[in-house]
Each structure stands twice: as structure tokens, then as C-alpha cells.
T-cell receptor
């Protein structure tokens, strides 16, 4: 079974540019999450999709961040325009959904290391 | 606001020893707690998930306990191996309707051959 796939694995951009991160969840997982870790801090929640709907986007830092999940499959996270403080590792995770405890385990991708110069 | 703390930030132990990693959280009203492992350059791997009604979960050489009332969880690793070297993170989920995890900053574990 393929895991959660994220690309690119690394992205280096200049301040003011636009970057789009992509996440392909495990097939059949309705829940998709974006998290990020900035230097020296803990991993923090950004938002949660259930299929194609945004269930919770309370962690999105500001309106420079836009996440989409068209068709309830893969998701993109766009940062426009990027700022220095956006640098960090962006993780995507997926899970099957509510029900049995095993369905609630989160499966994480390897992350995208974003560096804004 | 939930805060999750993991102490120590780093730990080195000789191969073969048993060890305990600690996680504490400030709000005991949690739905579940997960322990993750992260290898350098890799994503997070879920090791164990404990529901709020459970006291412990076991998988192979790993045992995680949960004392919700005191806001503590421990991850016990038996007979440590060099392959156990990684960063271990715990994360709590607040309630059934809220799937936003709050993470600790992790403990970086090194097993010395």
C-alpha cells in the first residue's frame, strides 16, 4: 500500500514568490491534514479536510495560505506571496475517518522542506 | 490552551537498556494520545495510539501508558537497539469532534552500540 506522498521534498524560493505544495493521501482516506514545523518549534496544525470540504482551517496563519482538495483526492497548499517566516517543514497526513480506533491513526508524509530566502 | 511537554529533549543510552520517554499535557480532557517516531528526513510514523479510556497499549518492544487525570504518558522501550535511534513525539487529540493534534517538541533518542 502506498503511503502519503508529498512533493516537492525541498523548495527554495525568494521572498515574494509563490510556492505550491502537493499531497497525495493514502487511497480511500477521507481525512487529510496539513501541519507544519517551523525551526525549533513543535509541529502545529494548519487545516483538516474531510473529502473535499474544509472541516477546520483554524490553524492557517493568514490569507497568504490557500489549501484546496478538489475531488477529495490530492491536496495543494499554496503560499502567495511567501515570507521569510513561512520557512519550515510542511507535513501532510491522512486517516480513514471516525469509527474504530485503528481508523484514527494518522499516516504522515515525509514533508516538504520550504526555505524562503 | 493545551500544551504538550516532552522531557528530556535528548537522551543517549547504551544498546540493550530499557528506557522510558515522558510526555505531559496540561489539559486532561483528551480524546486520545499518539506516540510517533520521526527519522531524519522522513515523515512521522505512528507507533501507538491510546484512547482516553485505555491505560496502555503495547506493540512489540514498545509499551505506552496513559494517566489522563495526571496529564502524563510514558513510552517504554525494552531492550533498546541502535535502530531505535530517532525523534519520538507525542500528540494529543482534544475530543471526538476535533481532530486537531497538539504535538510536543519531541525527544531525540540515540542508542549507543
Amino acid at each position: 500500500e502506498a503511503g502519503v506522498t508529498q512533493f516537492p521534498s525541498h523548495s527554495v524560493i525568494e521572498k515574494g514568490q509563490t510556492v505550491t505544495l502537493r499531497c497525495d493521501p493514502i487511497s480511500g482516506h477521507d481525512n487529510l491534514y496539513w501541519y507544519r514545523r517551523v525551526m525549533g518549534k513543535e509541529i502545529k496544525f494548519l487545516l483538516h479536510f474531510v473529502k473535499e470540504s474544509k472541516q477546520d482551517e483554524s490553524g492557517m496563519p493568514n490569507n497568504r495560505f490557500l489549501a484546496e482538495r478538489t475531488g477529495g483526492t490530492y491536496s495543494t497548499l499554496k503560499v502567495q506571496p511567501a515570507e521569510l517566516e513561512d520557512s519550515g517543514v510542511y507535513f501532510c497526513a491522512s486517516s480513514q475517518g471516525p469509527g474504530r480506533a485503528t481508523n484514527e491513526k494518522l499516516f504522515f508524509g515525509s514533508g516538504t522542506q520550504l526555505s524562503v530566502l | 490552551k493545551q500544551e504538550v511537554t516532552q522531557i528530556p529533549a535528548a537522551l543517549s543510552v547504551p544498546e540493550g537498556e530499557n528506557l522510558v520517554l515522558n510526555c505531559s499535557f496540561t489539559d486532561s480532557a483528551i480524546y486520545n494520545l499518539q506516540w510517533f517516531r520521526q527519522d531524519p528526513g522522513k515523515g512521522l510514523t505512528s507507533l501507538l495510539l491510546i484512547q482516553s479510556s485505555q491505560r496502555e497499549q503495547t506493540s512489540g518492544r514498545l509499551n505506552a501508558s496513559l494517566d489522563k487525570s495526571s496529564g502524563r504518558s510514558t513510552l517504554y522501550i525494552a531492550a533498546s537497539q541502535p535502530g531505535d535511534s530517532a525523534t519520538y513525539l507525542c500528540a494529543v487529540r482534544p475530543n471526538f469532534g476535533n481532530e486537531k493534534l497538539t504535538f510536543g517538541t519531541g525527544t531525540r533518542l540515540t542508542i549507543i552500540p
